[in-house]
């Protein structure tokens, strides 16, 4: 035995040692077969499979984009109503004084190395203080920073639910629900939301779900697909539903304070003493800056139920990265802080005129029903898909709509809810009027087309 394996066998058990000489001397004596000479694990090519979790993960947004022919009129300027990013246009900024926050942070060259994988103290203080509620406060202890609220998703129900159980997640809703569960081995059951309600919960239906492999609850509110915005009520409604199972909730309010005018926005945690939350939250949307990949998970622990195990779990789910970026987390505090009220109004105003607008324009063609967001960036349209032979579903529907009229509207089944599509409600007024128009067109061309052309009329 070498030197070397004389001086590590003071420091590494036996059985360790053993399998590195082993494998080492297989080397050295001309065998280049990593797994030394049993026949057993001899492959007679390369051969390199991924992993059960790369296999499980799907998007069912790009399994269906993906597959579309999407070939733009060449006549037609192309309007994506279809990806919900406040930045594709242009025509939204982030405020100045958040720019010059990070700009700040990059001079002091201070923040150029790796903070806590739970993020810097003094940025997640800034948000505990300005998310405090008197009836949920919050402390830097009760703050975990993810990449983006989705990590921070990731980060709840990585934390929550073993392989084999299941949670329970909204129709229509936010996809990434899926991908990120089913890649872990939990399974997804969808409750419906009702649009005839305003995309309330069917909540005899959600507790129709609920087993004994539950582990949790997931409410997006406000809503992604649907705009929705729930009432206090409702929100009351839920956290009695959730305090009588025992369950607890992952409240996704990436949308919390993107309402419009005469709609009020509570979060989950301040209604509720009794139901345990974990929120997610970050800049993306409210501040314009998807890029900028900040999030966070609020732990709103009741009766301890988090203490034990869930709190402890996010803090080492967190190590996996070393958390987000340093200079936007050092930079929180002046974000929170320096952002003028001013510019919240504003970009709010824009997208609820540009739904204002939208609605108006979309309610007069025959064949469509939209229904009429309070918040967040995004509204809902229904397709009577009987009243277009041409098409036997929304991704066909909105396949051609793209290939005709050069507009692309996100097929409502990327959501697990055939028969609608999703629109997105942050381009420049002037697009809206156009869409509207060129929709009205491509609608009145197919509308009934086959019955029509049968003399059924």
């Not at 499980?56 to 994506?80: C, G, L, Y």
């Not at 998310?131 to 703050?143: G, I, M």
């Not at 966070?296 to 990265?321: C, K, M, T």
């Not at 967001?373 to 229904?382: S, T």
Request: charged content about 20%.
């Amino acid at each position: 035995m070498s030197r070397f394996f004389v001086t590590l066998q003071k420091k590494i058990p036996r059985l360790a040692l053993v399998t590195m000489a082993s494998s080492s001397s297989s080397y050295v004596n001309g065998n280049r077969n990593c797994h030394g000479d049993n026949p057993q694990v001899k492959r007679a090519k390369w051969v390199v499979p991924s992993s059960r979790m790369a296999k499980n993960t799907h998007n069912p947004i790009r399994q269906i984009v993906d597959n579309m022919k999407i070939e733009p009129n060449p006549e037609k300027k192309m309007i994506a109503l279809s990806i919900g990013d406040p930045t594709v246009f242009g025509n939204l900024e982030p405020p100045r004084e958040i720019e010059e926050a990070v700009i700040d942070c990059i001079h002091t060259r201070k923040y150029n190395g790796y903070a806590p994988s739970i993020g810097y103290e003094s940025a997640r203080a800034a948000i505990a203080k300005y998310y405090t509620r008197p009836e949920a406060p919050l402390e830097a202890k009760d703050v975990i920073f993810g990449s983006g609220c989705s990590g921070a998703l990731d980060l709840c129900i990585s934390v929550l639910a073993n392989p084999g159980q299941n949670i329970l997640v909204p129709r229509p809703g936010f996809s990434l629900y899926k991908t990120l569960a089913e890649s872990i081995g939990v399974e997804i059951r969808h409750y419906n939301l009702l649009p005839e309600r305003g995309w309330e919960i069917d909540l005899d239906h959600l507790q129709s779900l609920v087993n004994e492999d539950t582990a949790a609850i997931v409410v997006n509110n406000p809503s992604n697909p649907c705009g929705s915005v729930f009432t206090k009520e409702h929100i009351q409604d839920i956290l009695q539903v959730a305090e009588r199972l025992r369950m607890p909730i992952v409240a996704d309010e990436i949308y919390a304070d993107m309402v419009f005018s005469g709609h009020s926005f509570h979060f989950m945690a301040s209604l509720t003493t009794e139901v345990p939350i974990l929120s997610c939250g970050g800049i993306a949307k409210r501040y314009v800056v998807p890029g900028w990949r900040l999030g966070w998970v609020l732990i709103h622990d009741r009766h301890g139920a988090f203490e034990a195990e869930v709190r402890n779990g996010l803090q080492r789910l967190s190590q996996r990265i070393l958390g987000p970026n340093t200079l936007i987390q050092a930079a929180m505090p002046r974000i929170l802080e320096d952002t003028p009220q001013s510019f919240y109004e504003g970009i709010m105003a824009h997208v609820q005129r540009n739904a204002e607008l939208f609605f108006n324009g979309v309610s007069k063609i025959p064949g469509l029903t939209p229904i009429m967001p309070c918040g967040a960036m995004y509204m809902m349209v229904g397709i009577d898909i009987d009243k277009f032979p041409a098409f036997t579903s929304d991704v066909e529907f909105t396949q051609r709509l793209v290939s005709e009229q050069s507009v692309f509207c996100l097929p409502a089944s990327c959501f697990q809810y055939p028969d609608f599509f999703r629109v997105v409600l942050t381009l420049p007024e002037e697009m809206v009027s156009e869409a509207c128009e060129r929709i009205q067109e491509f609608c009145a061309q197919h509308y009934m087309e086959e019955i029509a052309a049968n003399g059924a009329f």
